[in-house]
């Protein structure tokens, strides 16, 4: 699949109809012997069909709008670079099971940083300004007429830049603790031309800098926080007086065995190797998961200070939380 992807084959076919492998190997700038033997690979997978008559192959619109557009909110494959990462992180995850110690986010393979975004970027690029921010009360109006918005955790800026796109009155600050993605988030707000309205600085959940945020949002990485409510108790700190916090957290029932679908398994696999070793590595470690659930977030919020906490609204991946002082 990451052949597919990084070679360019799976767009190569979408919408193209049935094609030979020298054809698919000539769209794509391939060699045609390893096309015609990956072209197998994926027809036995399900991936794309194969006519025995004609000796072609199909990729179907449903599976391009997973494997082949990346403005899909159905799109997949910024998943496997985190997938390889995670086997270049093999022996450190290992020992971290034997010894019960945290990973840090930043230990982990370069790849995992680039393969998150991408991996959540198409679900915020469809989601955060048709659906998530309507859904929270007056803030859409609030950001239409400008105001100050902090995106905590911000990793590599894809959901602060969407935001910024969609609301020019308004100022952005991203933060993160990790300084590679940062430095990414600032080349990539310029590639978007958003630069002028986003600073974008190193920075903890406890710590990043400011006040009088009409919004803060954090996406999915409250529960990779060691300590999420010391995070909680700052983001109140820094509001202003009738601001928000939004909270998009994975999508998870508050028990296990809610969770046991094709969703839950990706977000425990994910959990297992890269969210709670990362909250066991900072201080506090309360490692809350992936799956925590609304019930066990909700007692995080409220424990930090805040009084009104609900479900704004929800996709097959992600809830969206509302909290209020």
């Known amino acids: 699949m990451m052949i597919g992807e990084k070679l360019g084959l799976y767009k190569a076919m979408a919408h193209a109809g049935p094609l030979t492998p020298a054809e698919v190997a000539e769209r794509a700038g391939a060699s045609e012997r390893y096309v015609r033997e990956w072209l197998g690979n994926q027809a036995a997978g399900g991936y794309v069909t194969y006519d025995p008559e004609t000796e072609r192959y199909t990729l179907p619109d449903e599976q391009a709008l997973a494997l082949a557009d990346e403005d899909s909110p159905f799109y997949i494959l910024g998943l496997y670079d985190s997938i390889a990462s995670l086997y270049a992180d093999e022996d450190k995850i290992l020992e971290s099971f034997r010894s019960g110690e945290g990973m840090g986010w930043h230990e982990h393979d370069h790849r995992l940083f680039r393969g998150t975004e991408r991996f959540f970027r198409p679900g915020y690029r469809a989601n955060l300004v048709s659906e998530w921010i309507p859904a929270l009360d007056g803030v859409g109006e609030k950001l239409q007429a400008g105001a100050r918005v902090a995106d905590v955790g911000c990793g590599h800026g894809a959901s602060t830049i969407i935001l910024a796109q969609a609301f020019p009155n308004s100022e952005f600050f991203g ?151």
């Open 175 to 325: 933060f993160d603790y990790h300084g590679a993605s940062i430095e990414r988030a600032r080349e990539a707000a310029r590639e978007a031309g958003v630069a002028d309205r986003i600073t974008f600085a190193v920075a903890s959940a406890k710590d990043y800098p400011g006040s009088d945020y009409d919004l803060v949002c954090v996406f999915d990485c409250l529960h990779d926080m060691g300590d999420p409510v010391g995070a909680s108790r700052h983001v109140l700190e820094t509001l202003a007086g009738e601001g928000t916090w939004m909270i998009v957290e994975p999508f998870a029932g508050d028990r296990v065995e809610e969770n046991l679908s094709p969703v839950g398994r990706v977000f425990y696999g994910a959990s297992t190797v890269i969210c709670t070793p990362a909250s066991l590595a900072q201080e506090v470690g309360l490692a809350l998961g992936a799956q925590a659930g609304e019930a066990r977030l909700t007692e995080v919020l409220e424990e930090g200070g805040f009084t009104r906490v609900r479900r704004a609204t929800e996709t097959p991946f992600n809830m969206i939380l509302e909290a209020r002082p």
